[in-house]
T-cell receptor, first 115, second 113 residues
């Protein structure tokens, strides 16, 4: 079945630095990628939607200059958290769909801790 | 945009009993309603889904019902087991249009032996 590989699984960074999270579709072409953030004991909140080769569409309240999304190829999408602060500490998870729109395939998630 | 409300937030049942989780959605155009089980620190796992052209779907101990008119759908788990303990999320999307998946708030299910 469809697989999305997400890395890193865990990352600790210092305040003010940037962190990049990668999601790769291993056996299909991810034409659309959704990025979610999940705080402890809360739901998955959609941050943005990206289509390959296009600029990402951000949900209301999500700072596009802080959360940079790149979807330059059909197999790779990245989320960069810039100038990270402790309040950015969260579980980030991607979800990909192919051109046929067959389901939503989730990555394994990234636990970000900003100290 | 779509908004999904989920209840209850916590649910505790005895092993063998049934569990029911309910969700409502706001966008009448939504046509795909999956349910996910998520264990701590892991990705959501799809357990069952339903499209808007059917009213009920069953897979062994799990069933989902959909009422399009009322815009609500429910998850039913029968003969619950301790390993069913997890957080369950409902979601809704406009499937064929590459729609974004919007999640409910989640239900923490605890099945007591």
């Amino acid at each position: 079945g469809a697989v999305v590989s997400q890395h890193p699984s865990r990352v600790i960074c210092k305040s003010g630095t940037s962190v990049k999270i990668e999601c790769r579709s291993l056996d299909f072409q991810a034409t659309t990628m959704f990025w979610y953030r999940q705080f402890p004991k809360q739901s998955l909140m959609l941050m943005a939607t990206s289509n390959e080769g296009s600029k990402a569409t951000y949900e209301q309240g999500v700072e596009k200059d802080k959360f940079l999304i790149n979807h330059a190829s059909l197999t790779l999408s990245t989320l960069t958290v810039t100038s990270a602060h402790p309040e950015d500490s969260s579980f980030y998870i991607c979800s990909a769909r192919d051109s046929l729109g067959a389901g939503y395939t989730f990555g394994s998630g990234t636990r970000l801790t900003v100290v | 945009g779509e908004n999904v409300e989920q209840h209850p937030s916590t649910l505790s049942v005895q092993e063998g009993d049934s569990a029911v989780i309910k969700c409502t959605y706001s966008d009448s155009a939504s046509n795909y309603f999956p349910w996910y089980k998520q264990e701590l620190g892991k990705r959501p796992q799809l357990i069952i889904d339903i499209r808007s052209n059917v009213g009920e779907k069953k897979d062994q101990r799990i069933a989902v019902t959909l009422n399009k008119t009322a815009k609500h759908f429910s998850l039913h788990i029968t003969e619950t087991q301790p390993e069913d303990s997890a957080v369950y999320f409902c979601a809704a999307s406009l499937y064929n249009q590459g729609g974004k998946l919007i999640f409910g708030q989640g239900t923490e299910l605890s099945v007591k032996p």
